[in-house]
């Protein structure tokens, strides 16, 4: 009934990545982030549903041998709109979908106000923080 691989590697593979997810979307792992710079979309985030559909695909031919006639077509359907969403995440994320956290620094990036950008912003002279490089006047 049960598939012995998958149950030994998909499934622990599966409740990993939703703890990661889940430790990225209450920011107790922001440097999950990180892995936003492989993909365009959000992976760290995506991470959360790619793990939720792995860790339900060792039951898969279980719960569709249930004789109840409508558990088993909806937790089928729950777990593909995992499956979707997590691969569509790692590309283009709803911005309903991120936590506020992120949602707030992706708008400080834009503003130009994060911590980068306040470092090395151009100043009105022309130079950056360029003072470590400037030639000395004797």
Same mark, same amino acid.
């Given at each position: 009934?049960?598939?012995?691989?998958?149950?030994?590697?998909?499934?622990?593979?599966?409740?990993?990545?939703?703890?990661?997810?889940?430790?990225?979307?209450?920011?107790?792992?922001?440097?999950?982030?990180?892995?936003?710079?492989?993909?365009?979309?959000?992976?760290?985030?995506?991470?959360?549903?790619?793990?939720?559909?792995?860790?339900?695909?060792?039951?898969?031919? %279980?719960?569709?041998? %249930?004789?109840?006639?409508?558990?088993?077509?909806?937790?089928?359907?729950?777990?593909?709109?995992?499956?979707?969403?997590?691969?569509?995440?790692?590309?283009?994320?709803?911005?309903?979908?991120?936590?506020? %956290?992120?949602?707030?620094?992706?708008?400080?990036?834009?503003?130009?106000?994060?911590?980068?950008?306040?470092?090395?912003?151009?100043?009105?002279?022309?130079?950056?923080?360029?003072?470590?490089?400037?030639?000395?006047?004797?």
């Amino acid at each position: 009934m049960f598939s012995p691989a998958l149950l030994l590697f998909v499934l622990p593979l599966g409740l990993f990545l939703l703890v990661c997810g889940l430790g990225m979307y209450t920011k107790k792992w922001p440097i999950l982030i990180f892995a936003d710079a492989f993909l365009p979309g959000h992976p760290g985030l995506a991470a959360t549903y790619i793990g939720a559909w792995m860790a339900t695909l060792p039951f898969g031919s %279980w719960w569709l041998s %249930w004789n109840v006639p409508v558990l088993p077509g909806v937790l089928s359907l729950l777990s593909t709109v995992c499956m979707v969403i997590g691969l569509v995440g790692c590309f283009w994320m709803p911005r309903f979908m991120q936590p506020a %956290w992120l949602k707030e620094t992706e708008d400080e990036i834009k503003r130009g106000e994060d911590a980068y950008s306040l470092e090395y912003r151009r100043q009105p002279d022309g130079g950056g923080d360029a003072s470590a490089f400037k030639e000395e006047k004797p």
